[in-house]
């Protein structure tokens, strides 16, 4: 699988024709099919793959843990993103990257405050799920651990996290960098815009 | 199955300990076990009983075919509802519900104009799926038209809609209120506001 970079402002025909939505992920599928959305690609990975993978399988078989697997990965990608990360990424990261036509420019100190100020709700209820059940959704790691670990690792980045009251949190999220398929992510970079100082280390 | 009216701006303890989230809709499932949001109750709702409905379930069999469903229920209830529903919704329904102190009050007239503009894009893209696919996913009904339907339908009832310029909407939307599990529905009102006249009638 190779992975194509598409910025969504510039609103490329030859993307729109994949999702006219025009937002990412798209994972082109078997065919070239276009697979639009995480949550869509998710449960298509977990059906046509993940149901070979046993106890490595990211999801549950029970319709009732799965339901609680789906309630947090929409926690996560729908309501920690409109809340908290989709507002410090745009201002702090693809503002400088997005021509002014597009909604680049100076950020909105404003849109900053505001996300700042959910962040605290976001870390102290992922903090009682991670002292609760080990893994977010349960005993095991499932796609509730990469939905959240996918938004905390953005903010971590972007230095926006206080871990120190929530050991917890930082404890899932330590086990969470440690795994061999999540350490190469701890690589990537946003131009211009290097990470804190303690992002990519597995004790912080 | 029992329907309990809640008004989430009420924030009610007893209703965040089911979903902190404090968001509807929950389906209280066996056991009074909690099952939260939309799409998580629709998938519940497939996995232990739509499975059994063969021609009559409202999902499909294959991967790809579930993908482009998922792709739809998410455009509706996710995109449409951000762009459309929501902001009409909040500005023409529940305000004069609300107390002034929960957000209540005079419609936002910048926000309805805004939301206003969107309709038509939403309309057009719908017109076009079911022109071209007669049920929005495919041949058959499945989620991805009781969700658009949804939308639509609280739309409708606004007096929101222009079917003039799009017949294959307009014929989707006939088709599907004229079901025996959709005309119900039709005889909701919300309270201090009427539809527009022609809401009910399955020709319009």
Redesign the interface.
């Known amino acids: 699988m190779a992975l194509i970079e598409e910025n969504p402002w510039s609103r490329r025909k030859e993307f729109l024709a994949l999702n006219?939505?025009g937002t990412l992920p798209i994972l082109l599928?078997?065919g070239d099919?276009p697979?639009?959305?995480a949550?869509?690609?998710a449960?298509?990975l977990d059906?046509?793959r993940g149901v070979l993978k046993r106890d490595r399988r990211l999801f549950a078989e029970n319709?009732?843990d799965?339901?609680e697997i789906?309630?947090l990965v929409?926690?996560y990608l729908g309501?920690t993103e409109s809340e908290v990360t989709r507002h410090l990424v745009r201002e702090r990261a693809l503002k400088p990257l997005m021509p002014d036509a597009a909604g680049g420019g100076s950020p909105d100190s404003t849109a900053i405050r505001a996300a700042r100020a959910n962040i605290r709700q976001h870390l102290k209820?992922t903090n009682w799920l991670a002292g609760t059940r080990h893994w977010l959704a349960g005993s095991r790691l499932t796609y509730a651990d990469l939905a959240a670990a996918a938004a905390f690792s953005v903010l971590d980045y972007l230095g926006e996290i206080d871990w120190r009251d929530n050991a917890a949190a930082r404890d899932w999220y330590m086990r969470v960098k440690s795994r061999p398929s999540f350490r190469p992510l701890l690589a990537d970079r946003v131009r211009g815009l290097a990470p804190v100082s303690h992002y990519a280390d597995l004790d912080f």
Chains 1, 2 share one sequence.
Do not use: L
Request: glycine share 4%; net charge neutral; charged share 30%.
């Open positions: 006219p939505a599928a078997e099919v697979i639009v959305g949550t869509v690609i449960e298509y059906e046509t319709p009732m799965r339901a789906r309630r929409d926690w309501k209820y």
